[in-house]
């Protein structure tokens, strides 16, 4: 076959589950355009940016073939087991090749540009440089220091010195200090020594290294019992062989902290790679590691696409945490996608977590995993004590009891640090009037039957909607009955800040929830703010992630109890978790920690288990309801949701879609549905969807491959918006 009868297999970015044809721009040869390769092609009357997945045979039948535009590499972007796996990962969530490849891109790479240059820019001391004449304690001389012991990278300057760009000025403008660019992967300098482990660690850091290829590795440790320091264990024998190292952490928040840690304890450049970031500096750091460049790298979810030409070692930190799970566009899930990519690679996946997901229990248990369990603290640390307060019939200031007060005022007075845990962010979460019971509910989310409230913001001036953000200024007077009696009900961050700012004078409080951390480091800059000295912090779950106080002696948990009568079926695992991962905030040092549960409801199974067996005990006994009632880990599922701007064009989509799961016949997969959503209308849109399950996932894939080609081409497809969730975390 000639060059002539052959054209270029291009998935593109476009919600169509195929690839589509072109021939090779004028002058270029099919032949010399790698798969893997990126081109610019004219689709209808836009341009796209699509991959080379192939080439085949010219279809003389179809239309003239349009020629691409430009071929924009001479070399592959996604290449060899990244692009085998995103190949995998196309079938698994049955999304078109096209949308998987560019959500695995870059933006800047997405968007057309070339592959960056991977340099650095390196400051280092002047040959023949005297310092002498700085002022001692000013941030040139402080600089000046940190150059004098070894040139270093603008991001360990980041780390080491914020603030440091302006001196770094003054220092070249008297000729006393340069930037080079150097290309990452230098040699590692001696890296500040770690603790000596203790012999569960040891266990577990040998359990990893003895891993020759592919392994699962659960290593379940309690809070603060040094995970991380396995991991850095782990991670410098990986380097040792010349490998690179992934870890992936569920919090932007919780990037700068691990790298600076990591910095300093590899003494190698240390990538981070996330959202956060620039379009630029992502790519940057995307095209060193496929060079092999960056050897470790840091990253959130998005990062498990990064190229890993020299692999050697996958972590997950905290893997149960659900923001490894992308709810929108691809729903690919961080944590398995990583299983797939070590298996691809041939490498071990460390999956660290304080209380795992119930599927990795499931497998652990099962023997598909290495289990390995870190059961006490590290270093002289012990377990917090646990006291449920039972605040029934008791007075609360903005939610606290007198109780929770007087302690909060002996923490602080004895020196140390108070974490106020309100997983509700905002002033308050409902605006009622309290002559007639009107209360404020978002006109795009609420349907007569679900009415859905507006969060209280600023001190109660405005309203919020937390799904479809809209906002709107709090009503001077009721919009019912015209009544001046307008009450914030409920407590969120925001007001208990107020009230502890109002009772405690003398000491910092800081709020830590998403409305206070939007710029960028603004979670870093809090944290530094308060320091070692005693403290008030009021925050939601992102102070539960893997923070390391260690001045922190109490944490205090309020407005727990909405979520002990969820209905969705994964509410008490995410409940249990979240309450042993902030419980073990508290004393995570020298200093001995106490957990204070403020609760209408001590009795509660939830808590009780949790009291005293702890989160295993609590697994345990989930895991028997889960096989009982058929939900996973015992069953698969995939979750068909559709939206409209009314009801009728859903349930006419999701009718079809039953019909089609039913036609294809495949045995052991229910269909349950059509439904109206938890949340039945949102942004405007009327939600409903359709719960498919199976014992095997073999099934439940037969059934979406059989179903789905129908539904893309079924007119009814096109009246509504319709997306597929395999493997759903979020029912809602």
Known sequence: MSSDDTVLRVALPVPLARLFDYRAPEGVDVEAVPVGARVRVMFGPRELIGVVAGTGPIDTAARETKAALAVLDTAPVLQGELLDSLRWLARYVHAPLGEVLAT????????????????????????GASFDKLKRGAMPQRLAELLSERARTEDELDDALPGWRTAARALATKGLAEPIRTTPGRDAVPGTPGPVLNDEQRAAVDAITAHDGFGAVLLEGVTGSGKT???????????????????????????????????????????????????????????????????????TRSAIFTPLPAAGLIVVDEEHDGSYKQQDGIRYHARDFALVRGKALDVPVVLGSATPSLETLHNAQAGRYTHVRLSKRAGDAKPPAVRVLDIRKRALDAGLSPELLAKIRATVDAGGQVLVFRNRRGYAPVLLCHDCGWSAACKRCSTPDHPHPMTVHAGGRRLQCHHCGARQPAPMACPDCGGLALQPQGVGTERIEERLVELFTDVPVLRVDRGSTRRRDALESLLAQLGDRPGILVGTQMLAKGHDLPNLTLVAVVGIDEGLFSADFRAGEKLAQLLIQVAGRAGRARRAGEVWLQTHHPAHPLLQTLIAGGYRAFADGALAEREAAGFPPFAHLALMRAEAKSAEPNARFLALAKSCFDDAGIADVDVHGPLPAPMPRRAGFQRAQLLVSAPHRRALHAALDATLPRLRDAPEGKRVRWSLDVDPIDLY
């Not at 695995?104 to 040959?127: C, F, K, N, S, Y």
Request: proline share 6%.
């Open 104 to 127: 695995a891109l870059p933006a800047a790479l997405r968007q057309g540009g070339p592959m960056p240059d991977t340099d650095e820019i390196v400051w280092r001391p002047v040959a």
């Open 229 to 299: 320091e396995v991991y850095l264990q782990a991670i410098a024998d990986c380097l040792a062989r010349g490998k690179q190292a992934l870890v992936l952490v569920p919090e932007i928040g919780l990037t700068p902290q691990t790298l600076a840690r990591f910095r300093a304890r590899l003494g190698i450049d240390v990538h981070a790679l996330h959202s956060g970031l620039n379009d630029t500096a992502r790519a940057r750091v995307w095209a060193a590691a496929s060079r092999g460049q960056a050897r470790v790298i840091v990253g």
